[in-house]
């Protein structure tokens, strides 16, 4: 199964799929590159997911870093 490459940018605000254990649903991307770094905007918390794992939990957009 193919899944598509999400373009994401740094300061993007993101959804994935399952909530963090905190409570909060909403994660700031870092890093972009073959890893995606995220910082959970609720507890500050930071994790890093390979790209085809991100784009697997992603489920959309919050808000865009230029906007």
Sequence with gaps: MAVPITPVALGDV?????PHPCGANEWVV???GMDIDLECSGCGRKVRLV???FDRRFRGFVRRAGS
């Design 14 to 18: 993101v959804r994935l799929k399952k």
């Design 51 to 53: 790209r085809f794992e």
């Design 30 to 32: 870092t890093r972009v």
